[in-house]
Structure formats: C-alpha cells, structure tokens
C-alpha cells in the first residue's frame, strides 16, 4: 500500500513538473485572450488622383425606357463594397510613366553591370539610380541595346528609333479562381501531394506588348483622314492630359499589376503594410460609381437630357446627327473636360469608352449574384471569340447618346485596341468605410 501511494506521488509530481515545463517561456497577459501584440492601427491610404466611392446598393441595370435590354438584361438590387476609383481615365502621361519604366527595365538588363545588381540571395534588381542616368543618345547605349531598335532598313533618315513592340512587361499572377475550385481541396484532403494541386499549376505567367497601338486611329475609321492623331497623339505633350487609347484589355490589366507593385514597393520601403490590388472595375462598380449616387437616372448628371439647363452638352459624344464639335470636342479631349459626377468622377459618360474586367454575357445579370457582381474569365488564344468578349462602358467621342447612358451595356473583345476606348483602375477599400477613421 506505501509503494503503491509513493508511485501516485510520482505521477502526480511528473505531471506538475511537466506543466511546468511546458509554461515556461510562454508569454502571458493575466491568461487572457488580447491578440498579437504591438500592431499598429491602420487605415486605407487614398492612393494619389483616386476617388472614394462609398458601401452601397443600387438597381443596376437599363431603366423602363430600353425596353429591349431590360428584357435581357432584367435589373436588380445589387450591393457593392467601397473602393477606390481613378477620378479621370488614365493619360497618356500616366501611361507612359508605365511604358518608360518598363523600357528603363528591358535596357538594364541588357546592360548589365552598373544598371543591374546581384543581392547575396542570387536575385537580380535594377539600380534605379543609375538607370535614371542612361543617355539615350549615346552611341554606346545604342549599341549595347541594338536589338530593340529599329535596324538599318526599318530606319527614316538613318535615326535609330527603339522598336516599341519589342518592350514587354512579363509578370506572374495567381488564379484564385481556378486554386478555389471545390475539386482541388478535394483532392487535397484525399493526397496532399498530388501534383494537380500543387501551387505552380494556379500561377499564370503573361508577357504583354506595352505600347499603345497608335494606328488604330486610322484602322478604326475607313475612308476617314486621322493620320495626324495616329501620328501625335500618344506621345506628344499636347496629348498629355488627354485620356489614352489603343489599349487593350490584357495591357490595361498588365498596367493595373504594375501600378500596383509599384505602389507597394513603396509602401514596403516605408515598413507599411501592402494594400489591396489595383485592377479594372467590375461591370456593377462602373455603373454603380457612374450613377455618382443617383437612383434611376439615366447619365451621370442625372437627365434625361444630354444638355444642360444653358443649352451646353454635358459630354463629348456624337450629337446631332453627327455634329461632333457641337459638345465642345472633336477626338477626345482633356481627362478633366466637363463637370464631374456627385462623386467627383470625370467623364464617366463619353469622351472614351472604359474597359471593364467583367466578361460579357447578354443575360448575366439573371445568374450573378447580387453581393459585388462579376463575371470573370480570362479567356486563351485557344478558346472562341465570344469568350474573349469584354464590357466596355460610357460610351465614347463617336458614339450616340444611347451608348453615354449608365446602364448602356457593350462589348469588345479582349486583345484588340481601339482608337475609342481607355480604362481608369479601381481598388476594393480595406474596411467597411473610410468614415471610421
């Protein structure tokens, strides 16, 4: 009976030593549940030239009076998140700080040393300081990047001019809507290790030509002089507060990634936090921040009527009958041209079409969910054509009235550029206003 307490005793003394054991070092707030400790508050910064647009509801869709779409495309309640969204359509200048910074990219890496670096881990980066000081006019910068300008007999005047189409932004993205398919957590729970799952398989890598297509102002029209805006329009300085075009839906989404991985580089080296992606505005957040907060109405300004109470257009579109300078425009004109919407949008009716990132369908609106509604698909070289259809919305400088409308639904296809159509980038805000601050 004494060995038998004396063994208690030690299993008793074994487990108090264990549980000793296992404590020590463990951190401890009066053994209650706080959370990590020494994070920082923090509030969505507003990045520069964007409007907030507040969480909301709306009735998207045509209103009684396009009795045709409002029998395809039957409006509905919606509800969308606040975010973010350009106040003008991305310029020609904006574009081009995407274009120079991934020209200034390609030559250090065919450059080499001072322009690109090694770090201790074997990864390579560009030395911005140094490739700010590369002299495009030097003759040895010439040669060492004469694979990407124009060679002797593509040449006017012997002036070696860079081959724009040879600049490409190559970057990596994760399909999240592919990793999220059901079947894949299936097959995870089944075998960790089946190579179907495996991470690489979810990533898609693209190699986007930059350029704008600076020609499209003269393919879009035929039998039409426009030669002067082919030629001009991109990069002379006179343009530079104008809203860019000939770009297409894959380069806007590549400026999108870019834009982003540039602001957050910033943010990195500041020691803040990352933020959400810029991308394309959904079908739902375009008509939703064009309404400006207006229920039923049928432009931005409210309507139904193209004019204001002075007699003066509203937007840049093509009015009677055709008089296209009567509204004040010709092409487009400058990104902040006419009043904006309640929200403070620019242009969300005319000047240039915008591109969305939803993917059209005539009858979506009957299958999509009324919580943020979108229609995502990314379509391959491989599939149709009507798979490659993409939104576009506002209508634009050639277009009629009809086309200006908030709810007017078109479409264009997803690796072609026009000389009418642009995009401004948007941004889901992290929380559920920007008034809890």
């Excluded at 580089?265 to 008509?287: C, H, I, M």
């Excluded at 064009?290 to 579109?317: D, E, I, K, V």
């Excluded at 919580?371 to 391959?380: F, V």
């Excluded at 506002?394 to 009235?401: E, H, M, N, T």
Aim: aromatic content about 16%; proline content about 6%; glycine content about 6%.
């Amino acid at each position: 009976m004494r060995k038998m307490k004396l063994r208690i005793r030690n299993t008793f003394g074994l487990a108090a030593v264990a549980l000793v054991l296992g404590s020590c070092g463990l951190k401890t707030s009066g053994g209650e549940l706080t959370g990590v400790p020494g994070r920082k508050p923090w509030y969505h910064p507003q990045p520069y030239g964007t409007i907030y647009v507040p969480t909301g509801s709306f009735h998207m869709g045509a209103d009684d009076q396009d009795i045709a779409n409002s029998s395809v495309a039957r409006p509905k309640q919606v509800s969308i998140q606040a975010f973010y969204m350009d106040e003008t359509e991305i310029t020609n200048n904006e574009y081009r700080q995407f274009v120079y910074w991934v020209r200034d990219s390609t030559v250090a890496d065919k450059l080499g040393d001072p322009y690109k670096t090694t770090d201790d881990n074997g990864v390579d980066h560009i030395a911005w300081d140094e490739v700010k000081k590369i002299d495009y006019t030097s003759q040895d910068v010439i040669d060492g990047i004469s694979s990407l300008m124009y060679q002797k007999d593509d040449r006017i005047s012997n002036i070696p001019y860079m081959d724009w189409r040879k600049i490409r932004y190559k970057y990596k993205r994760f399909d999240l809507h592919k990793a999220a398919d059901i079947n894949n957590k299936l097959i995870y729970e089944k075998d960790p290790n089946d190579p179907r799952i495996k991470r690489k398989n979810f990533i898609i890598e693209e190699n986007i030509a930059v350029y704008p297509d600076t020609l499209t102002f003269v393919r879009d029209f035929t039998y039409s002089y426009n030669d002067p805006m082919a030629q001009t329009y991109f990069w002379h300085p006179g343009f530079d507060d104008y809203p860019v075009v000939g770009v297409s839906w894959k380069q806007a989404n590549a400026f999108c990634w870019w834009r982003t991985e540039y602001l957050n580089a910033s943010y990195t080296q500041q020691g803040d936090p990352e933020v959400n992606p810029f991308r394309l505005p959904t079908e739902a957040e375009w008509e939703y921040a064009a309404r400006g907060g207006r229920r039923f109405s049928q432009f931005p300004w409210g309507g139904p009527y193209t004019r204001n109470s002075h007699g003066c257009f509203l937007c840049n579109f093509k009015p009677l009958r055709g008089n296209y300078i009567e509204d004040g425009g010709f092409y487009p004109v400058k990104a902040t041209a006419y009043f904006p919407n309640d929200y403070g949008l620019y242009n969300m009716a005319g000047n240039v079409a915008e591109w969305t990132s939803s993917a059209y369908d005539p009858s979506i609106y009957t299958f999509e969910d009324d919580m943020n509604p979108d229609y995502y698909y990314n379509a391959s070289k491989d599939d149709p054509i009507t798979a490659k259809r993409k939104v576009v919305r506002g209508g634009s400088w050639k277009d009629v009235a009809y086309f200006c409308q908030t709810a007017t639904r078109s479409y264009e296809y997803q690796d072609t550029a026009k000389s009418y159509i642009g995009f401004r980038c948007a941004m889901t805000y992290m929380g559920r206003s920007i008034k809890d601050r």
